[in-house]
């Protein structure tokens, strides 16, 4: 039996990529400027800040596909660091210790990283990250 949607892998792909990209940004864009929600921004000079510049940077190049499979490695890795810095030691769950999205993120952008950036991306465009196999086929 194919699988449901399979057709259209490559695009769902590119769409969680770019919606994925784009909401870690945000991540970014909140520490660094008060924006969405105008809390309180951070030192750009501390280890928070680099957290705030690794999610606008790591998540624009990720949304728009550009070095996908660094930028995801990066993001993926400074989310692991952020739960076993933030939320690990509070508790080992993590629905109570609120490292969910720490998680789903870090493992998010480790596959980002294996598969690379896809269609619909600036990689692509220039000849770098899409296989064969991602243009119109379901596998």
Same mark, same amino acid.
């Given at each position: 039996?194919?699988?449901?949607?399979?057709?259209?892998?490559?695009?769902?792909?590119? @769409?969680?990529?770019?919606? +994925? /990209?784009?909401? &870690?940004?945000? !991540?970014?864009?909140?520490?660094?400027?008060?924006?969405?929600?105008? /809390?309180?921004?951070?030192?750009? +000079?501390?280890?928070?800040?680099?957290?705030?510049?690794?999610?606008?940077?790591?998540?624009? =190049? @990720?949304?728009?596909?550009?070095?996908? *499979?660094?930028?995801?490695?990066?993001? *993926?890795?400074?989310?692991?660091?952020?739960? &076993? =810095?933030? !939320?690990?030691?509070?508790?080992?769950?993590?629905?109570?210790?609120?490292?969910?999205?720490?998680?789903?993120?870090? &493992?998010?952008?480790?596959? =980002?990283?294996?598969?690379? *950036?896809?269609?619909?991306?600036?990689?692509?465009?220039?000849?770098?990250?899409?296989?064969?196999?991602?243009? /119109? !086929?379901?596998?």
């Amino acid at each position: 039996m194919d699988r449901f949607l399979g057709t259209y892998s490559p695009q769902l792909y590119a @769409i969680l990529r770019i919606v +994925a /990209g784009l909401m &870690f940004a945000m !991540h970014g864009t909140q520490k660094l400027f008060g924006w969405p929600g105008g /809390g309180d921004t951070v030192e750009v +000079a501390s280890l928070m800040g680099l957290a705030g510049i690794i999610e606008l940077v790591g998540g624009l =190049m @990720i949304a728009f596909g550009l070095l996908t *499979s660094w930028a995801a490695f990066i993001c *993926s890795g400074e989310m692991a660091v952020a739960y &076993f =810095m933030a !939320h690990a030691s509070q508790d080992w769950a993590p629905l109570i210790n609120k490292g969910e999205l720490a998680i789903l993120y870090c &493992f998010l952008f480790l596959y =980002m990283a294996a598969r690379g *950036s896809g269609i619909w991306s600036i990689d692509a465009a220039t000849g770098r990250g899409v296989r064969t196999r991602d243009v /119109g !086929h379901s596998y």
